[in-house]
């Protein structure tokens, strides 16, 4: 009788567990991105989150915008 | 280091469109969406000037300030991005951008506002970086590779620059003061000589000597 008590309470409170149901409206909030999180484009590979790397190439590809220095003056 | 930004110098785009083209391609961009263009000034006069012109990623975004749902973003690097998923096309972002940046792609016969395009100085959008998902809403995130966008890359004049704001003003700079202003950057002078220096006559063959 106990062990019936037990199952029943149990199967009532993980059937209940349906009723909590979460909000599926989005809340906004003014302001602010609302969308998913972007990770630092060092991150991912090939640079696995060393930033000075990532800085360091991005440097050396802008000054090849620089014929001064590529080719000479 | 500073913050992305692209630098137009009029005296050097020739007009050529490879920016234009180069962005297309780069990043499969559907038909009747430009996230570059070349916008000529007094086109057909003596004096014409061009600039490529995209998002210029301002650091107050007008975008960013009226968009209803927020979809917007600013990276670490100063991009301004967006989300597509949040994006609901109402063109807002449109009618605040001084630039004309934002572009909607039209599908059907009836021109159905799709979600907004627009440049994202190649470093795609909130998705991981260098997925498909990310190529098929953002086109290819060049960032993430360590290159800059493929638009100023591309450019043959050069007359375009991509890249960290202090270094490519540096550039800008050094490239002004190297070739001064008015008739000495482009003209006559440039192209035979200074007129202060005239070359010696030749003596005609024949003549008395």
């Keep these: 009788m106990r062990l019936m008590g037990i199952v029943s309470g149990a199967m009532a409170a993980v059937m209940l567990a349906g009723c909590g149901e979460r909000p599926q409206v989005m809340e906004y909030k003014q302001g602010k991105y609302q969308g998913k999180p972007d990770e630092a484009p060092y991150m991912a590979a090939p640079f696995n989150g060393n930033k000075d790397l990532w800085e360091r190439d991005i440097r050396n590809r802008t000054q090849n915008q620089n014929e001064y220095r590529r080719i000479g003056t | ?209």
């Design chain 2, 1 to 209: 280091m500073a913050r992305m930004k692209f630098l137009c110098d009029a005296e050097r785009c020739i007009e050529c469109n490879g920016c234009v083209t180069a962005c297309k391609q780069e990043n499969d961009i559907p038909w009747g969406v430009n996230r570059r263009r070349v916008v000529t000034i007094n086109d057909g006069v003596p004096g014409e000037r061009s600039i490529s012109v995209a998002c210029m990623h301002c650091s107050d975004a007008p975008c960013m300030a009226v968009c209803p749902v927020d979809c917007f973003y600013r990276s670490e690097e100063g991009v301004v991005l967006h989300d597509k998923d949040l994006c609901i096309g109402c063109g807002y972002c449109f009618y605040a951008c001084p630039f004309g940046a934002p572009q909607f792609p039209q599908a059907g016969a009836f021109g159905v506002r799709g979600k907004m395009d627009k440049c994202t100085f190649c470093a795609g959008g909130p998705e991981p970086d260098n997925s498909e998902a990310e190529f098929k809403k953002y086109g290819r995130n060049r960032l993430a590779e360590g290159k800059l966008p493929a638009c100023a890359e591309m450019c043959s004049t050069k007359a375009l620059l991509g890249g960290d704001g202090d270094t490519i003003a540096e550039i800008y700079r050094q490239r002004a003061t190297t070739r001064g202003k008015g008739s000495e950057v482009w003209g006559w002078s440039t192209a035979y000589g200074r007129p202060e220096t005239p070359k010696a006559p030749v003596a005609a063959p024949g003549g008395k000597s």
